[in-house]
């Protein structure tokens, strides 16, 4: 195997184990915020909001290692800056999301939502893009349809971004702020099923053609 074939063959590797350290970095950090800033118990209407918001972050790490993993190990390509950057920007604004975590206002973490979905979707387009430039790859064109694994995202950007400006304005109730951020958790969960299934076919029809 010659140089190149060699980088082609253990940068999937590379970009995996980094993707899983910066993700492994963003739990421990949720969970050292959970332990030292936050009573959560007794579970009222503001406790159960934050373990909604707990939830949410652990969950969208999750789907974000699962999602890039399963990209990352389909390439075979020479390596370019922007694959690096995408691999530290999603897990590094997750530990920023962290931050706002059973603030006293909650509408800036539904302002957050929004954009950290924005970046995710982006970078979730980026990867795809990088993908299709391998012919054998050309049937995960079927992974950014808006019907798709993206539509949770399609939504969610709107949502969260109306909804932290609600919020901001006193429109919203404990409950209905509660009922939001409960929502994130499933929400990145179906992404990340969504994407599986999607990425399950991809790959599959790769194989036939």
Excluded at 39 to 47: F, G, Q, S
Aim: aromatic content about 12%; charged content about 10%.
């Amino acid at each position: 195997m010659n140089l190149e074939g060699r980088i082609k063959a253990q940068f999937p590797g590379l970009i995996v184990t980094l993707l899983s350290v910066l993700i492994g970095l963003a739990f421990s950090d949720l969970v050292g915020i959970a332990r030292a800033q936050m009573t959560l118990w007794p579970l009222d209407i503001a406790m159960l909001r934050t373990w909604s918001q707990i939830v949410a972050m652990g969950a969208v790490s999750l789907a974000v290692w699962i999602i890039f993993a399963h990209l990352g190990v389909s390439r075979l390509r020479i390596p370019a800056f922007a694959d690096t950057v995408v691999v530290f920007i999603l897990p590094l604004a997750i530990i920023v999301g962290n931050t706002l975590i059973g603030q006293k206002f909650i509408w800036p973490w539904f302002y957050y939502a929004s954009f950290y979905l924005l970046i995710s979707l982006g970078a979730w387009h980026w990867q795809v893009r990088i993908a299709l430039a391998e012919s054998e790859l050309a049937s995960f064109a079927r992974l950014t349809r808006p019907l798709g694994p993206l539509s949770v995202i399609y939504f969610g950007i709107p949502s969260y971004a109306a909804a932290g400006w609600a919020d901001s304005h006193g429109l919203l109730s404990p409950v209905a702020e509660t009922l939001v951020a409960m929502s994130a958790g499933p929400a990145a969960c179906l992404t990340a099923w969504i994407f599986v299934r999607e990425w399950q076919r991809a790959i599959s029809l790769a194989r036939t053609n």
